[in-house]
């Protein structure tokens, strides 16, 4: 029963590995068939930049390398010098799509391109999109971008570096174990025009995966004219929020602060508590009793060895060859435990061990009582904040010219891919819809567990169903036979059954010997009788007794033997 129930499993698993092989080879023929090559993408609206990186010829013209240098740090390393290349995803690749990718590691790389036009932060949202790929997972470093500000000091992308301004910075990045997505934007103070960067809350969500897992990631920032934002990962938003409230330090200074040149006046007291200058030290207490005294109660244990040091000089010790007294002094012997105590208790003066003192109480202090003249903590008085401003619309910031990339990192090949700036959210979302969600698609459905696939198919084909309920019932019928059917109960058993066996202790022979005595003539019983008995004393056993004898002859019931002697 077990070799069939294994073989209807092992014909079930032939019969899915069957399914899914066809379902491969139908979605490898479909896909021949049905799916077209791949089509570098166009934005259904207008956008600002709407790069997709699929053509290299034009990148060498569009987009600039930084020849510029940092300031403040060796010359080996200030150089922008890192590599950057167009080329495929290592994995999940389709041919034509093509990405940009920083090659190098531990070197510093800038690259940047223009805008179409400036954007203006007036009536329209910012959405700034695009992919990462830690193709090879990240160490340390960054793949944020910067929205460079409108500028005529900062126009040429050549001298793009870390000091060049810009407007916005976000993206991903990572330090230890610190995992950060980036949203800072640089505000102007409308009193005195200086900038100060403005860094949103952390997000919540946990974020080691997307530096970790190897696959495309989409990064969607949007910023609303009602100075709102959302920061979305993979069309999932993960951090939202004011531009008033949730960054640090705040968009408005406080109204008020404290005076400074405010100071404590000389008899405020701000002692809540003070000691009670009433209470007296009382008599009996010594403040300089020791903490703890000998034990005099503690005595030598036997065989202690007093007069045995307990180590000695090494009575092995040879003093080197070369030891000079006027440089390296009188030589000693260095010394090692000695032997002599190795079975006492100790050796040397013996020290009685010491005990808390009973008289001990320590240094008198006056117990504490609330201060009569406390006036509670002294705080500077507030006056106006001369730098206060009321910025109401943090959103109009300085307009934005260009985009660009100015990174170090310790991973090489972090890919970019299919950025979109635009001021409509549903021309981001349909870029998004025609590029990453059909990347995604397709990665999905590579990486695909055979229980996955068993799934899908049976979604798609509904007719498999009955395979399984098939099976299933197979199983069960088999289940109920092996537990239900395959039992005999002794209770259903006739006498019938029994007829023409053996007794227990009674050889097949002797059982012939009776059957044949049965049609045999009553002369040649007596002769199968003798038979029967020599019989039974070569085989060991002890003489027929009479009653069973008759019963050769032609009486009826069991037949009993004597016990062997």
């Not at 009536?123 to 500028?151: H, M, R, S, W």
């Not at 404290?258 to 009382?282: N, T, V």
């Not at 032997?339 to 009685?352: E, L, T």
């Amino acid at each position: 029963m077990a070799r069939i129930v294994a073989c209807i499993v092992l014909i079930y698993l032939s019969a899915c590995c069957n399914i899914l092989s066809a379902d491969e080879n139908d979605n490898n023929v479909s896909d021949e068939i049905q799916k077209p090559p791949y089509k570098s993408p166009n934005p259904v609206g207008y956008a600002y930049l709407a790069e997709d990186f699929d053509n290299e010829e034009k990148l060498k013209t569009t987009w600039i390398l930084s020849e510029a240098k940092k300031n403040d740090i060796d010359d080996d390393i200030a150089k922008y010098d890192g590599i950057w290349s167009v080329e495929e995803l290592k994995r999940h690749a389709e041919k034509g799509d093509l990405g940009l990718v920083l090659k190098s590691q531990a070197r510093h790389a800038a690259i940047s391109t223009m805008l179409d036009k400036p954007f203006y932060f007036e009536d329209k949202p910012l959405i700034v999109q695009y992919e990462v790929n830690f193709q090879e997972g990240q160490d340390c470093g960054g793949a944020y971008l910067k929205l460079l500000t409108l500028d005529e000091e900062s126009g040429d992308l050549k001298q793009f570096h870390d000091k060049t301004p810009y407007t916005i910075m976000f993206g991903p990045d990572k330090c230890g174990n610190d995992h950060t997505l980036h949203f800072i934007f640089r505000h102007k103070n409308p009193l005195n025009g200086t900038i100060t960067e403005k860094h949103c809350k952390k997000s919540k969500d946990r974020l080691e995966n997307y530096f970790t897992d190897k696959i495309p990631h989409l990064y969607t920032l949007i910023v609303r004219p009602d100075n709102s934002y959302e920061i979305k990962v993979d069309n999932k938003v993960l951090n939202s929020g004011s531009l008033l409230d949730d960054f640090v330090p705040p968009v408005n200074p406080p109204l008020e602060i404290e005076d400074p040149d405010d100071k404590q006046p000389e008899d405020w007291d701000d002692r809540e508590k003070i000691p009670d200058p009433l209470a007296e030290k009382p008599e009996d207490w010594d403040e300089d009793a020791p903490a703890q005294i000998v034990d005099e109660e503690d005595v030598m244990p036997e065989g202690w060895l007093e007069d045995e040091p307990p180590m000695i000089p090494n009575p092995d010790a040879i003093k080197p060859e070369d030891w000079d007294v006027e440089m390296d002094g009188e030589w000693e012997p260095e010394e090692i435990p000695n032997p002599k105590c190795a079975d006492a208790p100790g050796c040397g003066p013996y020290k009685q061990r010491m005990k808390k003192n009973p008289r001990y109480k320590g240094k008198w202090l006056a117990p504490l009582v609330n201060n009569p003249d406390y006036k509670g903590k002294w705080k500077p008085k507030l006056i106006h904040n001369p730098d206060y401003y009321n910025d109401e619309h943090p959103f109009r910031m300085q307009p934005i010219m260009a985009v660009g990339f100015e990174l170090w990192s310790m991973s090489p090949d972090i890919y970019f891919d299919n950025m979109i700036i635009t001021d409509d959210e549903e021309v981001a979302r349909k870029w998004a819809a025609d590029t990453f969600e059909v990347r995604r698609d397709k990665i999905t459905e590579e990486t695909k567990t055979i229980f996955q696939r068993i799934v899908s198919f049976t979604a798609a084909n509904p007719w498999v169903w009955g395979v399984y309920v098939l099976v299933i019932a197979l199983l069960v019928t088999l289940l109920l036979y092996c537990c239900c059917f395959n039992k005999e109960d002794p209770s259903d058993l006739k006498e019938e059954d029994f007829t023409g066996k053996t007794p227990l202790g009674i050889s097949d022979d002797i059982g012939k010997v009776e059957d044949e005595n049965e049609s045999a003539n009553p002369a040649d019983q007596g002769v199968a009788i003798e038979e029967v008995e020599d019989t039974e004393k070569e085989t060991g056993t002890d003489e027929i007794i009479e009653s069973d004898k008759d019963t050769l002859i032609g009486g009826e019931g069991p037949r009993r033997r004597k016990p062997n002697k």
